[in-house]
């Protein structure tokens, strides 16, 4: 973990500074003046900052060392109240200083306004860092845990996507007693909170990693998602990816050694029962999950279903047909063979036993017929009827042709 120290104000010592870097060659960047637009901070005009950075820009020139901008927020003092107003002006009156990043502070209610307030930073064309950030409803009301999970979730997930970011710090109150639910480490503990679990097992967005065949696959290691969050278990062991809705997406990169059938298994729990799809990077359907109800949300059983596989690096998505469980795991192992076809299109199909299936579908079922291998229909069944039922009927194969008002498709069954 680097370390980058900071000017916290305007009565700095050079010679400190000097012996400071001295003494850690290893430090590289340098954080200068905390919210000078706040009477409560730094307490700078933009003018003060410019006649005093040619000082710290003489120590970084001698040190190899790069220097942040005063780190700016939203402020209850005038003149400067809006943050971009004290940079202009600060820019103005120091045009030929060396400012390598820009840094900013917000506490926002909300991802929206957390992303629209960055983005107006942009046209200073620099790394932005943003070195505190937690969710603000409003002054003083920091919400609940659950409210400050969702809140880092969202705004990790938008920050590692975005070029425009160089890095970030969340905010933890000194005072564990007034606002816990942005605190990281439990009361007087090394411990780390439910919120701090999150945080630090969350992805890396590393998108030169590739993850290898017979590796387990950690569900919160997407490389991205629409929809759903990260939770950590009960116990503080470990997370999972939950707070799943029709269509919500997960997208992992995958090596895959060579071309052929793949067992995927998945660590999944559910309170009722579910369907998950697994497509390529484009929606087509390559298999499908059907999720049976696990008894409580943190109750994970390992399923299984077959899906085939091109050679090479590729983009594996889940997507989900419905809401109701969460996801630990998964992995892809060795090769085996398919004995009938186990997804087709927005349907997952589940095997119950010899002679009894169910369907799970992202739209409502219209028609559900069963023919043989010459084209005869053998059985209609009622689409609202599952389980349902082979009894009857001999051995040998059949298509089960289904249809919702958007597609028509066909399974290969077994009897």
Same mark, same amino acid.
């Given at each position: 973990?680097?370390?980058?120290?900071?000017?916290?104000?305007?009565?700095?010592?050079?010679?400190?500074?000097?012996?400071?870097?001295?003494?850690?060659?290893?430090?590289?960047?340098?954080?200068?003046?905390?919210?000078?637009?706040?009477?409560?901070?730094?307490?700078?005009?933009?003018?003060?900052?410019?006649?005093?950075?040619?000082?710290?820009?003489?120590?970084?020139?001698?040190?190899?060392?790069?220097?942040?901008?005063?780190?700016?927020?939203?402020?209850?003092?005038?003149?400067?109240?809006?943050?971009?107003?004290?940079?202009?002006?600060?820019?103005?009156?120091?045009?030929?200083?060396?400012?390598?990043?820009?840094?900013?502070?917000?506490?926002?209610?909300?991802?929206?306004?957390?992303?629209?307030?960055?983005?107006?930073?942009?046209?200073?064309?620099?790394?932005?860092?943003?070195?505190?950030?937690?969710?603000?409803?409003?002054?003083?009301?920091?919400?609940?845990?659950?409210?400050?999970?969702?809140?880092?979730?969202?705004?990790?997930?938008?920050?590692?996507?975005?070029?425009?970011?160089?890095?970030?710090?969340?905010?933890?109150?000194?005072?564990?007693?007034?606002?816990?639910?942005?605190?990281?480490?439990?009361?007087?503990?090394?411990?780390?909170?439910?919120?701090?679990?999150?945080?630090?097992?969350?992805?890396?967005?590393?998108?030169?990693?590739?993850?290898?065949?017979?590796?387990?696959?950690?569900?919160?290691? !997407? $490389?991205?998602?629409? &929809? +759903?969050?990260?939770?950590?278990?009960?116990?503080? %062991?470990? #997370?999972?990816?939950?707070?799943?809705?029709?269509?919500?997406?997960?997208?992992?990169?995958?090596?895959?050694?060579?071309?052929?059938?793949?067992?995927?298994?998945?660590?999944?729990?559910?309170?009722?029962?579910?369907?998950?799809?697994?497509?390529?990077?484009?929606?087509?359907?390559?298999?499908?999950? !059907? $999720?049976?109800?696990? &008894? +409580?949300?943190?109750?994970?059983?390992?399923?299984? %279903?077959? #899906?085939?596989?091109?050679?090479?690096?590729?983009?594996?998505?889940?997507?989900?047909?419905?809401?109701?469980?969460?996801?630990?795991?998964?992995?892809?192992?060795?090769?085996?063979?398919?004995?009938?076809?186990?997804?087709?299109?927005?349907?997952?199909?589940?095997?119950?036993?010899?002679?009894?299936?169910?369907?799970?579908?992202?739209?409502?079922?219209?028609?559900?017929?069963?023919?043989?291998?010459?084209?005869?229909?053998?059985?209609?069944?009622?689409?609202?009827?599952?389980?349902?039922?082979?009894?009857?009927?001999?051995?040998?194969?059949?298509?089960?042709?289904?249809?919702?008002?958007?597609?028509?498709?066909?399974?290969?069954?077994?009897?």
């Amino acid at each position: 973990l680097e370390y980058a120290p900071m000017v916290w104000g305007g009565g700095f010592d050079t010679q400190q500074l000097r012996a400071l870097f001295a003494s850690h060659p290893e430090c590289k960047w340098l954080l200068t003046f905390n919210e000078p637009n706040f009477v409560s901070q730094s307490n700078l005009t933009p003018a003060q900052a410019a006649a005093k950075w040619p000082d710290l820009q003489s120590v970084a020139d001698e040190y190899g060392v790069k220097l942040v901008s005063p780190a700016v927020n939203y402020s209850p003092d005038a003149p400067y109240n809006n943050p971009v107003a004290w940079l202009d002006d600060f820019f103005a009156a120091c045009p030929t200083c060396r400012v390598d990043a820009i840094a900013v502070h917000f506490y926002m209610p909300n991802v929206e306004a957390l992303t629209g307030s960055i983005e107006q930073f942009y046209k200073y064309n620099r790394p932005i860092w943003l070195t505190e950030w937690c969710m603000d409803k409003s002054i003083g009301d920091v919400g609940t845990a659950d409210e400050q999970r969702d809140f880092l979730v969202k705004s990790v997930d938008w920050l590692e996507q975005n070029d425009h970011i160089g890095r970030y710090a969340w905010f933890m109150e000194r005072n564990w007693n007034v606002y816990p639910a942005i605190s990281m480490l439990e009361n007087n503990s090394s411990r780390l909170t439910a919120l701090g679990l999150v945080y630090k097992s969350m992805s890396s967005y590393d998108k030169t990693f590739w993850h290898r065949a017979a590796d387990w696959i950690e569900a919160e290691h !997407y $490389i991205r998602k629409s &929809g +759903g969050s990260v939770y950590a278990k009960t116990d503080l %062991t470990a #997370v999972y990816v939950g707070g799943i809705a029709s269509g919500t997406t997960f997208d992992y990169q995958i090596q895959v050694p060579e071309s052929g059938v793949y067992t995927l298994e998945l660590s999944a729990a559910a309170v009722s029962d579910a369907g998950l799809l697994v497509c390529d990077a484009n929606n087509v359907q390559l298999g499908s999950f !059907y $999720i049976p109800n696990t &008894g +409580g949300w943190e109750n994970f059983s390992v399923l299984r %279903t077959e #899906v085939e596989l091109p050679q090479g690096q590729q983009v594996l998505r889940l997507r989900s047909i419905n809401e109701g469980f969460n996801i630990d795991r998964w992995r892809f192992v060795s090769k085996t063979a398919v004995a009938e076809t186990p997804a087709s299109q927005g349907v997952a199909f589940r095997r119950l036993d010899a002679a009894h299936f169910t369907l799970q579908s992202e739209e409502p079922l219209v028609s559900v017929d069963l023919y043989d291998v010459s084209g005869r229909k053998m059985r209609s069944f009622a689409p609202e009827s599952q389980p349902y039922s082979l009894d009857g009927l001999g051995g040998g194969s059949y298509l089960l042709r289904v249809a919702t008002a958007s597609l028509q498709t066909t399974f290969k069954i077994q009897r």
